[in-house]
Nanobody
Framework: EVQLVESGGGLVQPGGSLRLSCAAS????????MFWVRQAPGKGLEWVSG????????FYGDSVKGRFTISRDNAKNTLFLQMNSLKPEDTAVYYC???????WGQGTQVTVSS
């Protein structure tokens, strides 16, 4: 059974940091590109960041570039997102997504508020 389980979300003050994790199982993790996608209240999906199977190529959306860092540990089948200098507009449910399999996790809530 394919599973993606996100963790690490929570409430943080503006300027703070969080590290999200996504634990994968049920498929060959290193064969999949991995992505973080978020959905803010009342808005559509926003592609935040992505990383290729080997971890050698990454991309970031303009809204998070320079603040977020994506990484993966293929030995532990885990994807990470280090989020620094968080802003209220980063508030959203964050999902991890695997492609080409198009597997999705259940999401983890990130709230940035004072």
């Amino acid at each position: 059974e394919v599973q993606l389980v996100e963790s690490g979300g929570g409430l943080v003050q503006p300027g703070g940091s969080l590290r999200l994790s996504c634990a994968a199982s049920g498929f060959t993790f290193s064969n999949q590109g991995m992505f973080w996608v978020r959905q803010a209240p009342g808005k559509g999906l926003e592609w935040v960041s992505g990383i290729d199977g080997s971890g050698s190529m990454t991309f970031y959306g303009d809204s998070v570039k320079g603040r977020f860092t994506i990484s993966r540990d293929n030995a532990k089948n885990t994807l990470f997102l280090q989020m620094n200098s968080l802003k209220p507009e980063d508030t959203a449910v964050y999902y991890c997504n695997a492609r080409p399999g198009n597997y999705w996790g259940q999401g983890t809530q990130v709230t940035v508020s004072s």
